[in-house]
């Protein structure tokens, strides 16, 4: 009997669905819209619609497959309740009780978690990835956002109301950048994609350079990918872009390492793609800004998640990891 | 057969050994200095025997006490390996396996465990005072230094390697105050005692002010009793300074909160003695500094521990978890 969890990640316009066995492969997967009607009886409907799918898909591949459980990785999703509250992103408003509604419709699945995106990740890594038979570490996610996945003692953070790992908006500079959340200075301003073109556009103002590559896009059209590539042909404010991300990085990385006392950060999403451009300037920074006590210990990682499926895959590692506590 | 720990705080000129019941309270009470010579062999020697003494004294008063066993607060104490790792302010240079030296003096104790002071207060807490019952609390404990303990899940968090929970070196202020620890811009360099003491000649300097009651005393005169008198006084200046300290501590404790999620904050120390003054100003703070998901949610509360005995209680409690585990 080979064993398969399902792991379902939740965004703003599309919902993966996939089967993923123990070594995290993804063995079928499919995506439905997230829709934008708010109804979401329907789009609970429509989602066991398209687990069933995918579980009859995956036994015509091998009869004697066994479905443990079901992990989603959703924004603003609370493990402790199984709820979805208040995500600005997606049509459902106030607080879901999202696994509660799945298992009506899918009595047959006992193991139904969430987490959000981040933590998924983080167990994702733990599960598949690079920090395997690691006990304390902390996932960075870079992407639009910057999120994050606390591991202690082999275990997710939660904390006391289920919004531990909340990284991406620790304080860098005060009364800095304007954060989605509201906030001032935090991490995700300046070490986001978005925080990424934010630097960019300030170093344009700071030097008035209209030779950069970078000169020629406006800020709607800027993204992290145009800044990559014009820092590998050689723009002077492109590579500092880079420079200035890995030390605001660093910076708080310090932050975390001094709270948690981490064996190893990793790093996943697009800017990572960059590599040694932005691995070398956070570690150096982090060196920095470490006490004497954590120096030339903490390993700065990229994540070895594939970025495609990492949603997926870091979803179904709940379910794993659920399944192991029972 | 009563039970009690016995609980030993390893300070920089004195060592102070109590032994506690399980409600906390100090039965008996000594302390020897803690040497200048260096000389780790004798230290442990003159500890034991004081450890053998207040057993004596304690069996005077009930002959048929159980002693379950032995909590050391100190310095740069590892939890995992039972060593003082160079710490600063003690003569005994290097690595010291304390536990180990102290248990071949006391082989009747089979339970001696080490951990630092801010961890023992957050242990105290939780197993005598103020934070009974709950699993997610941090406590930063404000006094020459800013220290902290973690607790999640209900147990202490030592990170990978034994030194988590440094929160008071989190970055407040980039390139800001140097601080102790070779750091920029901590947390402790603002709201520890001496860092109220900077705050103070910092707004003497901004505003020149010649009539506020601190300025009639030096840098090394100053200390933060003076400017809570002050400041209950009418003082401008010293008000202010505590304005500002509990801004600055707000700040920090929002960045503990979004990587933990805790249900509470204790302070604990000299400066909390100020209640309201210092309490206030860092509420609203913390609250300014929130995302929305833990706006009005976190507690920030005294510590419950008496200032006097805390330290000989909370190295007591971490003697009565290690039996729990038992």
Not at 45 to 58: E, G, R, T, W, Y
Not at 277 to 290: G, M, N, Q, R, V
Request: a negative charge.
């Amino acid at each position: 009997m080979k064993k398969v969890a399902i792991g379902i990640d939740i965004g703003g316009t599309n919902s993966a669905i996939g089967v993923v066995d123990e070594s995290g492969n993804v063995l079928v997967k499919d995506s439905i819209d997230t829709p934008g009607h708010g109804n979401i009886q329907l789009y609970i409907d429509d989602l066991a619609s398209a687990i069933k799918k995918q579980v009859a898909n995956v036994k015509l591949l091998n009869e004697s497959i066994e479905v443990i459980g079901i992990g989603i990785g959703a924004p603003n999703a609370n493990y402790y309740k199984g709820t979805i509250e208040h995500a600005p992103n997606l049509s459902f408003k106030g607080i879901i009780p999202f696994a509660d509604m799945l298992k009506n419709k899918l009595p047959e699945y006992s193991t139904i978690a969430l987490t959000n995106d981040a933590n998924a990740a983080a167990l994702g890594e733990m599960i598949y990835g690079g920090a395997k038979g690691m006990k304390n570490f902390v996932m960075f996610t870079l992407g639009t956002g910057v999120g994050s996945g606390i591991v202690v003692n082999g275990d997710l953070l939660y904390g006391n109301d289920g919004f531990a790992g909340e990284c991406g908006h620790m304080i860098l500079v005060p009364n800095g950048r304007h954060c989605g959340c509201g906030g001032r200075g935090h991490l995700e301003a300046y070490c986001s994609a978005p925080g990424m073109k934010r630097t960019a556009f300030e170093l344009l103002v700071l030097y008035n350079d209209t030779t950069s590559l970078l000169a020629n896009k406006s800020f709607n059209e800027l993204d992290s990918k145009m800044i990559y590539d014009a820092a590998v042909a050689g723009d002077k404010v492109a590579n500092e872009v880079f420079e200035i991300t890995g030390k605001y990085l660093g910076q708080g990385i310090a932050d975390t390492v001094h709270h948690l006392s981490p064996e190893a950060i990793f790093l996943f999403g697009g800017p990572t793609a960059a590599g040694e451009l932005i691995f070398a300037p956070t570690h150096k920074s982090l060196e920095d800004h470490l006490m004497p006590v954590f120096k030339n210990k903490i390993k700065i990682l990229p994540s070895k998640l594939n970025l495609g499926d990492a949603a997926i895959v870091g979803a179904s590692a709940l379910a794993w990891k659920e399944y192991e506590k029972q």
